[in-house]
Protein backbone atom coordinates (compact mmCIF):
# COMPACT_ATOMS: atom_id res chain seq x y z
CA UNK A 1 0.00 0.00 0.00
CA UNK A 2 1.25 2.99 -1.38
CA UNK A 3 0.44 5.69 1.70
CA UNK A 4 1.56 8.75 0.04
CA UNK A 5 -0.75 7.99 -3.32
CA UNK A 6 -3.56 6.79 -1.48
CA UNK A 7 -3.21 10.15 0.65
CA UNK A 8 -3.07 12.45 -1.99
CA UNK A 9 -6.49 10.24 -3.77
CA UNK A 10 -7.92 11.14 -0.81
CA UNK A 11 -7.57 14.74 -0.48
CA UNK A 12 -8.58 15.26 -3.23
CA UNK A 13 -12.27 14.68 -2.40
CA UNK A 14 -12.35 16.14 0.71
CA UNK A 15 -14.79 19.31 0.41
CA UNK A 16 -13.90 22.04 2.18
CA UNK A 17 -16.91 24.21 1.38
CA UNK A 18 -19.39 21.70 2.68
CA UNK A 19 -16.95 21.08 5.31
CA UNK A 20 -16.67 24.86 6.50
CA UNK A 21 -20.32 24.75 5.73
CA UNK A 22 -21.58 21.99 7.82
CA UNK A 23 -19.17 22.86 10.60
CA UNK A 24 -21.03 26.38 10.76
CA UNK A 25 -24.62 25.05 10.05
CA UNK A 26 -24.31 22.66 13.21
CA UNK A 27 -23.21 24.88 15.49
CA UNK A 28 -25.72 27.45 14.49
CA UNK A 29 -28.39 24.96 15.02
CA UNK A 30 -27.07 23.34 18.30
CA UNK A 31 -25.29 26.83 19.92
CA UNK A 32 -28.03 27.66 22.59
CA UNK A 33 -28.04 23.56 23.61
CA UNK A 34 -31.59 23.30 23.52
CA UNK A 35 -33.28 19.83 23.13
CA UNK A 36 -35.95 21.54 20.68
CA UNK A 37 -33.29 22.03 18.53
CA UNK A 38 -31.44 19.51 18.28
CA UNK A 39 -34.02 17.38 16.42
CA UNK A 40 -33.42 19.57 13.55
CA UNK A 41 -29.71 19.39 13.92
CA UNK A 42 -29.66 15.75 13.91
CA UNK A 43 -31.96 15.63 11.23
CA UNK A 44 -29.68 17.94 9.01
CA UNK A 45 -26.52 15.43 10.15
CA UNK A 46 -28.42 12.46 8.77
CA UNK A 47 -28.88 14.37 5.61
CA UNK A 48 -25.60 15.69 4.76
CA UNK A 49 -24.16 12.06 5.41
CA UNK A 50 -26.83 10.78 2.74
CA UNK A 51 -25.45 13.57 0.43
CA UNK A 52 -21.46 12.48 1.35
CA UNK A 53 -22.06 8.40 0.28
CA UNK A 54 -23.30 6.90 3.68
CA UNK A 55 -26.02 4.67 3.37
CA UNK A 56 -28.13 3.33 6.31
CA UNK A 57 -28.47 6.25 7.69
CA UNK A 58 -30.37 6.05 11.13
CA UNK A 59 -31.87 8.37 13.83
CA UNK A 60 -31.94 6.52 17.38
CA UNK A 61 -33.99 8.11 20.05
CA UNK A 62 -32.75 7.73 23.42
CA UNK A 63 -35.12 8.55 26.63
CA UNK A 64 -33.85 11.87 27.97
CA UNK A 65 -35.61 11.99 31.49
CA UNK A 66 -33.13 11.88 34.37
CA UNK A 67 -33.98 8.56 34.75
CA UNK A 68 -33.48 5.74 31.99
CA UNK A 69 -29.64 4.44 32.99
CA UNK A 70 -27.47 2.41 31.40
CA UNK A 71 -24.20 0.84 32.46
CA UNK A 72 -24.62 3.11 35.42
CA UNK A 73 -25.06 6.30 32.79
CA UNK A 74 -28.42 8.46 33.66
CA UNK A 75 -29.57 9.84 30.78
CA UNK A 76 -30.20 14.28 31.78
CA UNK A 77 -33.64 15.24 31.16
CA UNK A 78 -34.69 17.32 28.09
CA UNK A 79 -33.97 21.49 28.94
CA UNK A 80 -34.52 24.17 26.70
CA UNK A 81 -34.37 28.11 27.44
CA UNK A 82 -37.13 29.78 26.17
CA UNK A 83 -36.76 33.39 25.13
CA UNK A 84 -34.21 35.67 26.40
CA UNK A 85 -31.70 35.43 29.52
CA UNK A 86 -30.54 38.45 31.02
CA UNK A 87 -29.39 39.31 34.78
CA UNK A 88 -28.88 42.74 35.03
CA UNK A 89 -27.80 45.23 38.45
CA UNK A 90 -30.95 47.33 39.59
CA UNK A 91 -28.83 49.19 42.33
CA UNK A 92 -26.80 52.36 41.34
CA UNK A 93 -24.81 51.19 38.58
CA UNK A 94 -23.32 52.92 35.19
CA UNK A 95 -26.37 52.80 32.89
CA UNK A 96 -24.52 50.87 29.98
CA UNK A 97 -22.92 48.12 32.39
CA UNK A 98 -26.09 47.04 33.83
CA UNK A 99 -26.48 44.24 31.96
CA UNK A 100 -23.76 41.48 32.68
CA UNK A 101 -24.98 38.73 31.65
CA UNK A 102 -26.82 37.86 28.06
CA UNK A 103 -27.98 34.92 26.43
CA UNK A 104 -28.49 36.88 23.58
CA UNK A 105 -24.91 38.09 23.71
CA UNK A 106 -23.52 34.61 24.26
CA UNK A 107 -26.16 31.94 25.01
CA UNK A 108 -24.44 29.92 27.53
CA UNK A 109 -24.06 33.10 29.52
CA UNK A 110 -27.52 31.65 30.89
CA UNK A 111 -25.95 27.68 32.26
CA UNK A 112 -26.86 24.85 30.43
CA UNK A 113 -29.81 22.40 32.54
CA UNK A 114 -30.02 25.30 35.35
CA UNK A 115 -33.21 25.99 37.03
CA UNK A 116 -35.02 28.46 36.15
CA UNK A 117 -36.63 31.87 38.15
CA UNK A 118 -39.96 32.51 38.71
CA UNK A 119 -41.68 34.25 35.15
CA UNK A 120 -41.12 37.38 36.23
CA UNK A 121 -37.80 36.90 37.40
CA UNK A 122 -35.43 37.51 40.96
CA UNK A 123 -34.69 40.47 42.23
CA UNK A 124 -32.00 40.37 45.13
CA UNK A 125 -28.75 41.12 46.80
CA UNK A 126 -25.69 39.50 45.71
CA UNK A 127 -23.24 38.23 48.36
CA UNK A 128 -20.26 36.02 48.56
CA UNK A 129 -20.62 32.35 48.38
CA UNK A 130 -20.07 31.55 52.01
CA UNK A 131 -20.04 27.47 52.48
CA UNK A 132 -19.27 27.95 56.54
CA UNK A 133 -22.80 29.94 56.55
CA UNK A 134 -25.21 28.66 54.09
CA UNK A 135 -28.44 30.25 56.05
CA UNK A 136 -27.10 33.21 54.53
CA UNK A 137 -27.21 32.38 51.08
CA UNK A 138 -30.86 32.60 51.68
CA UNK A 139 -32.93 34.90 49.47
CA UNK A 140 -29.65 35.89 47.78
CA UNK A 141 -27.58 35.78 44.24
CA UNK A 142 -24.48 34.08 45.18
CA UNK A 143 -20.87 34.78 43.40
CA UNK A 144 -19.38 31.79 42.81
CA UNK A 145 -15.70 31.46 41.34
CA UNK A 146 -15.65 28.24 39.58
CA UNK A 147 -17.87 25.66 38.05
CA UNK A 148 -20.60 25.63 40.53
CA UNK A 149 -20.82 21.69 40.64
CA UNK A 150 -24.10 19.51 42.10
CA UNK A 151 -21.63 19.69 45.66
CA UNK A 152 -22.07 23.29 45.26
CA UNK A 153 -25.53 24.23 43.12
CA UNK A 154 -27.74 21.59 45.26
CA UNK A 155 -26.66 23.20 48.73
CA UNK A 156 -27.61 26.50 47.82
CA UNK A 157 -30.38 25.40 46.18
CA UNK A 158 -31.59 23.64 49.32
CA UNK A 159 -30.77 26.87 51.20
CA UNK A 160 -33.02 28.79 48.97
CA UNK A 161 -30.43 30.90 47.34
CA UNK A 162 -32.25 32.76 44.72
CA UNK A 163 -29.37 31.94 42.27
CA UNK A 164 -25.43 31.35 41.48
CA UNK A 165 -23.49 34.18 39.53
CA UNK A 166 -20.14 32.36 38.05
CA UNK A 167 -17.03 33.38 36.74
CA UNK A 168 -13.58 31.58 35.45
CA UNK A 169 -11.38 33.61 36.85
CA UNK A 170 -8.26 31.51 35.64
CA UNK A 171 -9.98 31.77 32.23
CA UNK A 172 -10.24 35.52 33.01
CA UNK A 173 -5.98 36.18 33.61
CA UNK A 174 -5.92 35.05 29.78
CA UNK A 175 -9.32 37.05 28.07
CA UNK A 176 -11.25 38.74 30.86
CA UNK A 177 -13.89 39.21 28.35
CA UNK A 178 -14.22 35.36 27.53
CA UNK A 179 -17.57 33.44 28.84
CA UNK A 180 -17.15 29.40 30.26
CA UNK A 181 -19.47 27.20 29.23
CA UNK A 182 -20.16 25.20 32.35
CA UNK A 183 -21.97 22.30 31.53
CA UNK A 184 -20.28 19.65 34.45
CA UNK A 185 -23.18 21.17 36.86
CA UNK A 186 -24.04 17.70 38.25
CA UNK A 187 -23.31 15.64 41.38
CA UNK A 188 -23.98 12.26 40.39
CA UNK A 189 -22.59 12.86 36.46
CA UNK A 190 -22.03 15.23 34.60
CA UNK A 191 -25.16 16.41 35.13
CA UNK A 192 -28.80 16.50 37.00
CA UNK A 193 -30.73 13.29 37.92
CA UNK A 194 -34.82 13.91 37.72
CA UNK A 195 -35.17 14.91 41.38
CA UNK A 196 -32.21 17.19 41.56
CA UNK A 197 -32.63 20.56 43.16
CA UNK A 198 -32.06 23.08 40.51
CA UNK A 199 -31.47 26.70 40.85
CA UNK A 200 -30.62 29.53 37.85
CA UNK A 201 -27.36 29.80 36.87
CA UNK A 202 -25.52 32.25 35.05
CA UNK A 203 -22.29 33.04 33.95
CA UNK A 204 -20.22 35.98 33.06
CA UNK A 205 -16.88 37.32 32.44
CA UNK A 206 -13.94 37.53 34.66
CA UNK A 207 -13.83 41.60 33.65
CA UNK A 208 -17.79 41.49 35.13
CA UNK A 209 -17.05 39.50 37.97
CA UNK A 210 -14.10 41.59 39.36
CA UNK A 211 -15.94 44.73 39.44
CA UNK A 212 -18.51 42.94 41.10
CA UNK A 213 -16.26 41.10 43.68
CA UNK A 214 -14.41 45.01 44.31
CA UNK A 215 -17.75 46.19 44.87
CA UNK A 216 -18.63 43.34 47.59
CA UNK A 217 -15.05 43.91 49.42
CA UNK A 218 -15.60 47.43 49.75
CA UNK A 219 -19.34 46.48 51.71
CA UNK A 220 -21.67 48.56 48.92
CA UNK A 221 -24.49 46.34 48.13
CA UNK A 222 -25.51 44.95 44.85
CA UNK A 223 -28.83 44.11 43.74
CA UNK A 224 -29.39 41.99 40.65
CA UNK A 225 -32.13 40.75 38.69
CA UNK A 226 -32.24 37.66 36.66
CA UNK A 227 -34.74 36.23 34.11
CA UNK A 228 -33.58 32.72 33.35
CA UNK A 229 -36.90 30.81 31.91
CA UNK A 230 -35.86 27.23 31.59
CA UNK A 231 -37.81 24.06 30.64
CA UNK A 232 -37.22 20.88 32.01
CA UNK A 233 -39.12 18.02 31.11
CA UNK A 234 -39.11 14.10 29.45
CA UNK A 235 -37.89 14.11 26.29
CA UNK A 236 -35.06 12.72 23.73
CA UNK A 237 -31.96 12.92 22.55
CA UNK A 238 -30.37 11.14 19.78
CA UNK A 239 -27.60 8.81 17.96
CA UNK A 240 -26.98 9.35 14.35
CA UNK A 241 -25.18 6.55 12.71
CA UNK A 242 -24.54 5.46 8.92
CA UNK A 243 -22.17 3.26 6.84
CA UNK A 244 -20.14 2.70 4.03
CA UNK A 245 -20.41 -0.64 3.18
CA UNK A 246 -17.87 -2.87 2.72
CA UNK A 247 -17.44 -6.71 1.89
CA UNK A 248 -17.54 -8.05 5.59
CA UNK A 249 -20.05 -6.84 8.45
CA UNK A 250 -16.99 -6.32 10.57
CA UNK A 251 -16.86 -1.84 11.32
CA UNK A 252 -14.10 0.39 12.22
CA UNK A 253 -16.17 3.30 13.70
CA UNK A 254 -15.69 7.95 13.82
CA UNK A 255 -17.18 8.52 16.79
CA UNK A 256 -17.74 12.54 17.26
CA UNK A 257 -20.07 13.85 19.81
CA UNK A 258 -23.18 16.81 18.98
CA UNK A 259 -25.27 19.17 21.07
CA UNK A 260 -22.25 21.96 22.26
CA UNK A 261 -21.85 25.33 21.43
CA UNK A 262 -18.50 25.40 19.37
CA UNK A 263 -17.22 25.38 16.09
CA UNK A 264 -14.29 23.05 17.54
CA UNK A 265 -16.19 21.19 19.87
CA UNK A 266 -17.73 19.17 18.12
CA UNK A 267 -19.13 20.57 15.57
CA UNK A 268 -16.24 20.24 13.38
CA UNK A 269 -15.79 16.58 14.65
CA UNK A 270 -19.05 15.97 13.39
CA UNK A 271 -18.32 17.84 9.55
CA UNK A 272 -14.81 16.13 10.12
CA UNK A 273 -16.46 12.30 9.71
CA UNK A 274 -18.64 13.04 7.16
CA UNK A 275 -15.99 14.17 5.37
CA UNK A 276 -13.69 11.16 5.95
CA UNK A 277 -17.04 9.41 5.09
CA UNK A 278 -16.82 11.02 1.83
CA UNK A 279 -13.34 10.59 0.82
CA UNK A 280 -13.55 7.05 1.35
CA UNK A 281 -16.16 6.54 -0.61
CA UNK A 282 -15.35 8.97 -3.45
CA UNK A 283 -11.69 7.51 -3.45
CA UNK A 284 -13.15 4.52 -4.69
CA UNK A 285 -10.83 1.92 -2.35
CA UNK A 286 -12.62 -1.48 -2.05
CA UNK A 287 -13.77 -1.86 1.29
CA UNK A 288 -13.15 -5.38 3.11
CA UNK A 289 -14.38 -4.06 6.04
CA UNK A 290 -16.75 -1.73 6.75
CA UNK A 291 -16.74 2.10 7.97
CA UNK A 292 -19.49 3.20 10.42
CA UNK A 293 -20.08 6.80 11.34
CA UNK A 294 -21.70 7.37 15.01
CA UNK A 295 -22.76 10.83 16.43
CA UNK A 296 -24.42 11.33 19.43
CA UNK A 297 -24.21 12.79 22.94
CA UNK A 298 -21.26 13.04 24.88
CA UNK A 299 -20.39 10.33 26.77
CA UNK A 300 -24.28 9.44 27.45
CA UNK A 301 -25.69 8.51 23.91
CA UNK A 302 -22.10 6.86 23.78
CA UNK A 303 -22.99 4.42 26.32
CA UNK A 304 -26.20 4.30 25.38
CA UNK A 305 -25.39 3.19 21.68
CA UNK A 306 -22.03 0.75 22.75
CA UNK A 307 -24.51 -0.94 25.05
CA UNK A 308 -27.49 -1.85 22.33
CA UNK A 309 -24.47 -3.59 20.22
CA UNK A 310 -26.29 -2.21 17.34
CA UNK A 311 -23.20 -2.43 15.73
CA UNK A 312 -20.15 -4.62 14.62
CA UNK A 313 -17.44 -2.24 15.36
CA UNK A 314 -13.64 -3.80 16.20
CA UNK A 315 -12.36 -0.03 16.40
CA UNK A 316 -13.15 3.49 16.28
CA UNK A 317 -11.48 7.16 16.66
CA UNK A 318 -12.82 10.73 18.50
CA UNK A 319 -12.59 12.93 16.23
CA UNK A 320 -13.81 15.39 18.94
CA UNK A 321 -11.54 18.89 18.72
CA UNK A 322 -9.45 17.79 15.94
CA UNK A 323 -8.69 20.94 14.57
CA UNK A 324 -8.56 23.89 16.95
CA UNK A 325 -6.39 26.72 16.40
CA UNK A 326 -3.94 26.07 19.69
CA UNK A 327 -2.03 23.82 16.90
CA UNK A 328 -1.36 26.94 14.60
CA UNK A 329 -1.48 30.01 16.89
CA UNK A 330 -0.06 28.70 20.04
CA UNK A 331 2.23 25.80 18.77
CA UNK A 332 0.47 23.34 20.47
CA UNK A 333 0.66 19.80 19.57
CA UNK A 334 -2.09 17.25 18.31
CA UNK A 335 -2.59 14.70 20.93
CA UNK A 336 -2.14 11.28 20.02
CA UNK A 337 -4.38 9.36 22.70
CA UNK A 338 -3.29 5.64 22.22
CA UNK A 339 -5.38 2.73 22.96
CA UNK A 340 -5.79 1.29 26.70
CA UNK A 341 -3.41 -0.59 28.61
CA UNK A 342 -5.90 -3.06 28.97
CA UNK A 343 -6.60 -3.53 24.85
CA UNK A 344 -3.54 -2.45 23.60
CA UNK A 345 -4.05 -2.36 19.38
CA UNK A 346 -1.95 -2.07 16.73
CA UNK A 347 -3.81 1.44 15.62
CA UNK A 348 -1.25 3.61 17.65
CA UNK A 349 1.59 2.32 15.89
CA UNK A 350 0.04 2.25 12.52
CA UNK A 351 -0.48 6.22 13.11
CA UNK A 352 2.79 7.07 13.88
CA UNK A 353 3.98 5.26 11.00
CA UNK A 354 1.56 7.52 8.41
CA UNK A 355 2.45 10.87 10.29
CA UNK A 356 6.86 9.63 10.00
CA UNK A 357 5.88 8.66 5.75
CA UNK A 358 3.16 11.72 5.34
CA UNK A 359 3.44 14.71 7.50
CA UNK A 360 6.74 14.32 9.33
CA UNK A 361 6.81 17.59 10.21
CA UNK A 362 3.86 17.11 12.46
CA UNK A 363 4.46 18.54 15.95
CA UNK A 364 2.69 15.09 17.95
CA UNK A 365 2.28 13.83 21.10
CA UNK A 366 1.32 10.23 22.10
CA UNK A 367 -0.19 9.34 25.59
CA UNK A 368 -2.17 6.75 27.02
CA UNK A 369 -5.28 6.10 26.41
CA UNK A 370 -7.11 7.11 29.05
CA UNK A 371 -10.71 6.11 28.25
CA UNK A 372 -11.98 10.12 28.99
CA UNK A 373 -14.90 11.91 26.88
CA UNK A 374 -15.99 9.05 24.00
CA UNK A 375 -13.05 6.83 24.38
CA UNK A 376 -14.89 4.75 26.64
CA UNK A 377 -15.08 1.73 24.06
CA UNK A 378 -11.61 0.69 25.03
CA UNK A 379 -12.89 -0.82 27.91
CA UNK A 380 -11.71 -4.41 28.10
CA UNK A 381 -15.75 -5.02 28.45
CA UNK A 382 -16.99 -2.91 25.32
CA UNK A 383 -14.19 -4.32 23.27
CA UNK A 384 -14.21 -1.42 21.08
CA UNK A 385 -10.34 0.09 20.87
CA UNK A 386 -10.61 3.54 20.73
CA UNK A 387 -7.87 5.92 19.48
CA UNK A 388 -8.46 10.28 19.77
CA UNK A 389 -6.59 12.55 17.18
CA UNK A 390 -7.22 16.27 18.86
CA UNK A 391 -5.50 19.38 19.53
CA UNK A 392 -6.05 21.01 23.06
CA UNK A 393 -3.29 21.89 26.27
CA UNK A 394 -4.87 19.59 28.26
CA UNK A 395 -5.95 19.95 31.58
CA UNK A 396 -6.59 23.10 29.30
CA UNK A 397 -7.36 26.61 31.15
CA UNK A 398 -9.15 27.67 27.86
CA UNK A 399 -11.43 24.35 27.67
CA UNK A 400 -15.11 25.31 26.75
CA UNK A 401 -14.11 29.33 26.64
CA UNK A 402 -15.31 31.48 24.09
CA UNK A 403 -12.26 32.96 23.29
CA UNK A 404 -11.21 32.07 19.59
CA UNK A 405 -8.08 29.33 20.39
CA UNK A 406 -10.65 27.02 21.81
CA UNK A 407 -13.67 28.27 20.07
CA UNK A 408 -12.57 28.47 16.05
CA UNK A 409 -11.45 25.87 13.83
CA UNK A 410 -7.93 26.35 11.79
CA UNK A 411 -9.21 24.65 8.71
CA UNK A 412 -6.27 23.88 7.01
CA UNK A 413 -5.31 21.49 9.65
CA UNK A 414 -8.94 20.08 9.91
CA UNK A 415 -8.10 19.44 5.86
CA UNK A 416 -4.90 17.49 6.80
CA UNK A 417 -6.04 15.94 9.98
CA UNK A 418 -9.30 14.25 8.20
CA UNK A 419 -7.61 13.05 5.27
CA UNK A 420 -4.52 11.72 7.84
CA UNK A 421 -7.68 9.55 9.15
CA UNK A 422 -9.21 8.83 6.05
CA UNK A 423 -5.62 7.05 4.84
CA UNK A 424 -5.54 5.54 9.16
CA UNK A 425 -9.42 4.24 7.73
CA UNK A 426 -8.32 3.10 4.90
CA UNK A 427 -5.77 1.00 5.44
CA UNK A 428 -8.05 -0.85 8.57
CA UNK A 429 -10.73 -1.17 6.19
CA UNK A 430 -8.62 -2.66 2.82
CA UNK A 431 -5.56 -4.24 3.83
CA UNK A 432 -4.48 -7.37 2.85
CA UNK A 433 -1.99 -9.57 4.42
CA UNK A 434 0.92 -8.16 1.86
CA UNK A 435 0.14 -4.87 3.53
CA UNK A 436 0.34 -5.78 7.11
CA UNK A 437 4.02 -7.39 6.30
CA UNK A 438 5.14 -4.89 4.48
CA UNK A 439 4.67 -2.34 7.75
CA UNK A 440 5.30 -5.30 10.22
CA UNK A 441 9.15 -4.28 10.52
CA UNK A 442 8.05 -0.95 10.98
CA UNK A 443 5.87 -1.31 13.61
CA UNK A 444 7.68 -3.91 15.77
CA UNK A 445 10.94 -0.60 15.35
CA UNK A 446 8.01 1.99 17.13
CA UNK A 447 6.84 -0.69 19.59
CA UNK A 448 10.28 -1.29 20.82
CA UNK A 449 11.28 2.49 20.94
CA UNK A 450 8.34 3.33 22.99
CA UNK A 451 8.89 0.52 25.34
CA UNK A 452 12.55 1.38 26.08
CA UNK A 453 12.27 4.93 25.76
CA UNK A 454 11.61 6.23 29.33
CA UNK A 455 15.02 5.66 30.96
CA UNK A 456 13.82 6.49 34.57
CA UNK A 457 11.56 3.56 34.75
CA UNK A 458 11.40 1.29 37.21
CA UNK A 459 11.36 -2.75 37.08
CA UNK A 460 7.52 -3.01 36.51
CA UNK A 461 6.79 0.62 35.07
CA UNK A 462 9.02 -1.51 32.34
CA UNK A 463 7.02 -4.15 32.63
CA UNK A 464 3.84 -2.50 31.86
CA UNK A 465 5.34 -1.08 28.81
CA UNK A 466 6.82 -3.63 27.39
CA UNK A 467 3.74 -5.62 27.72
CA UNK A 468 1.64 -3.13 25.98
CA UNK A 469 3.86 -3.18 23.12
CA UNK A 470 3.54 -6.81 23.11
CA UNK A 471 -0.20 -6.87 22.96
CA UNK A 472 0.14 -4.21 20.41
CA UNK A 473 2.42 -6.39 18.37
CA UNK A 474 -0.50 -9.32 18.73
CA UNK A 475 -3.67 -7.05 18.21
CA UNK A 476 -2.63 -7.06 14.32
CA UNK A 477 -3.43 -10.84 14.48
CA UNK A 478 -7.41 -9.93 15.45
CA UNK A 479 -7.13 -8.11 11.79
CA UNK A 480 -4.92 -10.46 9.78
CA UNK A 481 -4.25 -13.68 11.54
CA UNK A 482 -0.79 -15.00 11.44
CA UNK A 483 0.95 -12.00 10.75
CA UNK A 484 3.05 -12.16 13.57
CA UNK A 485 3.54 -15.15 16.34
CA UNK A 486 3.49 -14.72 20.50
CA UNK A 487 7.29 -15.51 20.10
CA UNK A 488 8.49 -12.79 17.41
CA UNK A 489 6.16 -10.02 19.55
CA UNK A 490 7.75 -11.24 22.75
CA UNK A 491 11.27 -10.79 20.96
CA UNK A 492 10.66 -7.10 19.81
CA UNK A 493 10.28 -5.81 23.44
CA UNK A 494 12.44 -8.34 25.22
CA UNK A 495 15.80 -5.92 24.91
CA UNK A 496 13.42 -3.37 26.38
CA UNK A 497 12.68 -5.44 29.76
CA UNK A 498 14.06 -4.89 33.36
CA UNK A 499 15.53 -7.49 35.82
CA UNK A 500 13.47 -8.01 39.16
CA UNK A 501 9.89 -6.86 37.43
CA UNK A 502 7.80 -7.78 40.03
CA UNK A 503 5.24 -5.88 42.18
CA UNK A 504 6.01 -5.65 45.65
CA UNK A 505 3.27 -4.53 48.18
CA UNK A 506 5.43 -2.73 51.26
CA UNK A 507 2.60 -0.76 53.15
CA UNK A 508 -0.65 -2.65 54.95
CA UNK A 509 -2.53 -0.99 52.37
CA UNK A 510 -0.80 -1.93 49.41
CA UNK A 511 -0.81 -5.55 50.95
CA UNK A 512 -4.62 -5.45 51.37
CA UNK A 513 -4.91 -3.99 47.45
CA UNK A 514 -2.21 -7.02 46.68
CA UNK A 515 -4.94 -9.49 47.88
CA UNK A 516 -8.11 -8.33 46.46
CA UNK A 517 -8.98 -9.53 42.95
CA UNK A 518 -12.09 -7.74 41.46
CA UNK A 519 -14.44 -8.10 38.96
CA UNK A 520 -16.85 -5.78 37.45
CA UNK A 521 -20.25 -6.45 36.65
CA UNK A 522 -21.11 -4.24 33.69
CA UNK A 523 -18.41 -1.99 31.55
CA UNK A 524 -17.80 1.86 31.55
CA UNK A 525 -17.32 3.44 34.69
CA UNK A 526 -19.22 4.11 37.99
CA UNK A 527 -20.50 7.36 37.15
CA UNK A 528 -24.08 7.98 38.85
CA UNK A 529 -24.35 5.29 41.47
CA UNK A 530 -27.58 4.32 39.84
CA UNK A 531 -27.55 0.85 42.24
CA UNK A 532 -27.29 3.31 45.38
CA UNK A 533 -29.92 4.74 46.93
CA UNK A 534 -29.98 8.18 46.63
CA UNK A 535 -29.56 9.20 50.23
CA UNK A 536 -26.49 6.54 50.52
CA UNK A 537 -24.33 7.73 47.74
CA UNK A 538 -21.22 8.74 48.45
CA UNK A 539 -18.07 9.01 46.00
CA UNK A 540 -15.39 7.85 49.04
CA UNK A 541 -13.49 10.70 48.33
CA UNK A 542 -13.82 11.42 44.80
CA UNK A 543 -14.66 10.49 41.74
CA UNK A 544 -13.83 6.88 40.15
CA UNK A 545 -9.92 6.75 38.31
CA UNK A 546 -11.46 5.52 35.08
CA UNK A 547 -8.43 3.59 33.98
CA UNK A 548 -7.22 1.29 37.16
CA UNK A 549 -11.49 0.33 37.34
CA UNK A 550 -11.25 -0.96 33.76
CA UNK A 551 -8.10 -3.19 34.57
CA UNK A 552 -10.44 -5.07 36.73
CA UNK A 553 -10.88 -8.39 35.24
CA UNK A 554 -11.32 -10.78 37.81
CA UNK A 555 -7.58 -11.63 37.55
CA UNK A 556 -5.51 -8.17 38.28
CA UNK A 557 -5.18 -7.65 41.68
CA UNK A 558 -6.40 -4.10 42.74
CA UNK A 559 -2.68 -3.28 43.60
CA UNK A 560 -1.60 -4.54 39.93
CA UNK A 561 -4.45 -2.22 38.66
CA UNK A 562 -3.38 1.02 40.10
CA UNK A 563 0.50 0.59 39.46
CA UNK A 564 -0.69 -0.08 35.51
CA UNK A 565 -2.86 3.12 35.76
CA UNK A 566 0.08 5.17 37.57
CA UNK A 567 2.31 4.60 34.33
CA UNK A 568 -0.79 5.01 32.20
CA UNK A 569 -1.29 8.83 34.09
CA UNK A 570 2.30 9.23 34.77
CA UNK A 571 1.50 9.95 38.82
CA UNK A 572 2.26 7.49 41.56
CA UNK A 573 -1.03 6.44 44.07
CA UNK A 574 -0.03 7.51 47.25
CA UNK A 575 -0.95 4.51 50.09
CA UNK A 576 -3.65 7.12 51.16
CA UNK A 577 -5.42 7.24 48.36
CA UNK A 578 -5.24 3.46 47.75
CA UNK A 579 -7.24 3.46 51.16
CA UNK A 580 -9.72 5.78 49.81
CA UNK A 581 -10.01 3.03 46.67
CA UNK A 582 -10.30 -0.07 49.01
CA UNK A 583 -13.00 1.65 51.50
CA UNK A 584 -14.79 1.96 47.58
CA UNK A 585 -14.54 -1.07 46.43
CA UNK A 586 -16.26 -2.63 49.28
CA UNK A 587 -18.47 0.11 49.26
CA UNK A 588 -19.32 -0.52 45.29
CA UNK A 589 -19.84 -4.75 46.02
CA UNK A 590 -22.39 -3.96 48.64
CA UNK A 591 -24.52 -1.99 45.93
CA UNK A 592 -23.59 -5.40 43.33
CA UNK A 593 -21.27 -3.08 41.05
CA UNK A 594 -18.50 -6.13 41.34
CA UNK A 595 -17.32 -8.77 43.40
CA UNK A 596 -14.20 -9.35 45.68
CA UNK A 597 -12.06 -12.24 45.31
Sequence with gaps: ??????????????????????????LDLEKRICHKDFVASTAYIAEEMRKAGFSDVEIISHPADGVTCVN?????????????????????????????????????????????????????????????HMERMRGKWVYYEGIPNGAINQPLAEAGALGIVATDLEQGWRDPDSTHWMNGLGKWGWYFLKDDKRIPIFIITARRALVLKNELKMGHKVVLKGVLNSRIYDGEIFTVTGIIPGESAEEYGLLAHMYE??????????????EIGRMIKDSGIKLKRTLRAVFSFEHYGFVFYFASKHHKLK????????????????????HWRLSTLGMPFFGDLLMMQ?????????????????????????????????????VENTPSPMHHSSNAIFADVDWDLAKNASTLVALFSAFLLSADEADYRKVLPEFCQLAAERAGAYQYDTAYQRKVRCDFAEGQLLSINDWMPGVITPEAAAAVVQPCRLPDAGLVAETENEKTAADMVIRRFEPGTVWSLNK?????????????????????DGKRTLLEALRMADVALDCRTTDEEIGKVIKFMRYLEKYNYLEIK
Design 261 to 274: PFLSDDAGGVAAGI
Design 1 to 26: MDFKAIYQKLNQHFHDTDFERNTRKI
Design 532 to 552: VPYAERDYCGGRINKVYYSLL
Design 315 to 334: AAMNLDMISTTMYRDYSFPM
Design 72 to 132: DSVMPEAWDLEGRAVLEVVSPWPENERIIADSDEIAYAAATWSGPTPPGGSTGELIAYDPE
Design 354 to 390: LIREIMPELRIDPTYGTLSDDTMGGDIMYGIPTNWLC
